[in-house]
């Protein structure tokens, strides 16, 4: 899974840099049964993010082979959910075959929909995927990023990484400290709270969905 770049106006908030770091955002595990959330969201990326995000001009045929083709049983996606339950932005972090001593690696893919950018979810993504690597062993990082994607590297860049120019393209590796007792109890939280999170809006949602047929439904007179 190469060339996984990614436009991050995400990545702070447009009024202080200072309010991504206490605001908590969920963040939900993806699985097979949000391969059509995944579609939907990926497919509404505009012309310019889909070459950031894939390295080219994704067509909607190619875009859906690459969901297809996610394997959750070895790689990790996460996601934000709006309160309509529609993917605000998604995250792919896709774990490289470990051959001989080789140490365990990762790549890095973030999509954050253009009406949802600067609220700080894309650093909120990334940050959890850090996390969820630790906790899996994981020892490098590598992320694909445009050159013009200033707000990702600043984001790498204050997260350790080295990075290296090529062309129009550069390349991040973080290397990532071993997992603690923090990292572990960290993502338990965070796992059990976005699914609660989750639920809510769901609940909020079929609220909204039945009061609507309510009012639409004409009133009935003895």
């Known amino acids: 899974m190469s060339n996984q770049t990614e436009i991050l106006e995400a990545a702070l908030p447009a009024d202080s840099a200072a309010t991504a770091a206490w605001a908590w955002v969920a963040v939900r595990t993806l699985g097979p049964q949000h391969r059509s959330h995944m579609l939907t969201h990926l497919t509404a990326l505009g012309d310019f993010d889909r070459s950031l995000r894939f390295g080219q001009l994704a067509t909607d045929e ?10 959750f049983e070895r790689d990790q996606a996460f996601g934000i959910f709006d309160r309509r339950l529609q993917l605000a932005a998604m995250a792919h972090l896709a774990f490289e075959p470990v051959l001989g001593e080789s140490e365990p690696t990762a790549e890095f893919g973030v999509s954050v929909l253009e009406r949802w950018r600067r609220r700080g979810y894309g650093a909120r993504l990334f940050d959890h995927a850090v996390t969820h690597a630790r906790n899996r062993g994981v020892r490098n990082l590598l992320i694909h990023i445009a050159r013009e ?39 338990l939280v965070g796992h059990q709270a976005a699914e609660l999170d989750y639920r809510f809006k769901r609940h909020v949602l079929r609220l909204d969905k039945l009061r609507e047929v309510c009012l639409l439904s004409p009133l009935v007179r003895p």
């Open 62 to 71: 190619q875009i859906r082979a690459y969901v297809e083709r996610i394997d």
């Open 149 to 187: 994607n200033s707000a990702m590297l600043a984001i790498v860049r204050r997260a350790g990484a080295e990075v290296q120019f090529d062309g129009a393209e550069a390349t991040a590796q973080l290397p990532l400290p071993q997992d603690t007792l923090a990292t572990q109890i960290e993502e």
